[in-house]
């Protein structure tokens, strides 16, 4: 059964693209972009990059997303919609990294070629190419910070994760957990280390309101908290207000990875200690230029493209490389 959701992301997309086939007949590339969601603000961003770049390229852009992060089947859908309406090239950040990967089967057996965008799929090579942040590095600068932050203050750590099983989600946290000098697994582990520092592990989906149930119920397990890694800022903002009715917030160091423009804001308040930066907007202008040069060439791209990352904070710190709030904001995912 077809998604409300990628349902009217398909259609919302252009009347021309209603009809199968209709801008590749008139020598305009057909490109799709498939995000986890439609309302979190990185992958808003991800879709105004690439709305630019197809601008530009002379492309004709599909967009779709699943209702929530870990929707599969709505991605699934969204995908063959856009292979329907002519779709050659399709950027997907998949929701599930394995449950995705028969329908992107499919679709390159049809000569669609198929990026993804932030996150893999597992196996990554399920896809022809990866755009995407080095997430375990993310992770680490972020472990680096806090461990520079409190050195000589307890650890007992609480971690906001996405949900289990995403590569995102583990190397994010095991990167974390390396910079920090815990015991940890490697990126290309898909588990998630709980060193005895660990006091609470819980899943945010990457979502606020999630995030502070999750921040309540580890306050209520481990009162003492002095540190909180989160997947991302929204989950961030919510289990800062967790710990300020708690009347903890003063007392605890969180580190998050995003560095959109509010997550940004965050740290300039005081929000967020650190966060670790990516760049979405370049994510999907580079998956568009991919895509425009596959419909003029019959070239696909290969392989892992790694975006960049850089280390955001309000304070720095000694033997860590940031750059400050103000650095951050023009730099915000990518803005030009």
């Known amino acids: 059964m077809k998604t409300r959701t990628a349902l009217t992301s398909i259609a919302l997309a252009a009347s021309a693209a209603l009809l199968p086939g209709w801008a590749a007949a008139q020598g305009q590339p057909v490109i ?6 439609e309302t979190n603000p990185f992958f808003v961003k ?19 997303a699943g209702k929530t992060d870990g929707d599969n089947a709505g991605q699934v859908t969204a995908m063959e919609n856009m292979i329907a309406a ?20 499919k679709a390159r057996d049809k000569g669609v070629m198929v990026i993804a965008l932030d996150s893999p799929t597992d196996p990554a090579d399920a896809t022809d190419a990866l ?33 289990p099983g995403h590569p995102v989600g583990a190397q994010r946290h095991n990167g974390f957990l390396q910079g920090l000098g815990l015991q940890s697994f490697d990126a290309k582990n898909n588990e998630l280390a709980k060193p005895a520092e660990v006091v609470c592990m819980a899943d945010s989906f990457g979502d ?10 580890c306050l209520q397990k481990s009162p003492d908290v002095t540190v ?47 966060t670790s930066q990516q760049y979405p907007l370049k994510m999907a202008s580079m998956g568009v230029e991919a895509g425009v040069a596959y419909a003029k060439t019959g070239k696909k791209v290969s392989g892992y493209t790694d975006t960049g990352v850089t280390l955001i904070a309000a304070k720095a710190v000694a033997g860590v490389d940031s750059k400050d709030v103000k650095t951050g904001t023009d730099l915000c995912w990518g803005k030009k």
């Open 131 to 163: 755009f995407a942040t080095d997430n375990y590095k993310a992770g680490v600068l972020i472990g680096q910070y806090a461990k520079a932050a409190m050195a000589g203050k307890p650890l007992k750590i609480v971690t906001l994760d996405l949900f």
């Open 208 to 217: 606020r309101a999630k995030g502070q149930t999750a921040m309540e119920n």
């Open 86 to 105: 002519g779709a050659k090239t399709i950027l997907i950040t998949p929701s599930d990294s394995k449950a995705i990967i028969p329908a992107i089967k």
């Open 46 to 64: 991800m879709k105004e990059g690439a709305a630019e770049a197809a601008k530009a390229q002379g492309a004709k852009l599909l967009t779709g």
């Open 32 to 37: 799709g972009l498939i995000t986890k969601t």
């Open 228 to 274: 909180v890694y989160t997947i991302n800022e929204p989950a961030a903002a919510g289990a800062f207000n967790a710990l300020k009715k708690a009347g903890k917030e003063k007392n605890v160091l969180i580190v998050s990875v995003d560095g959109g423009c509010e997550g940004v804001k965050n740290v300039g308040a005081g929000v967020i200690a650190a």
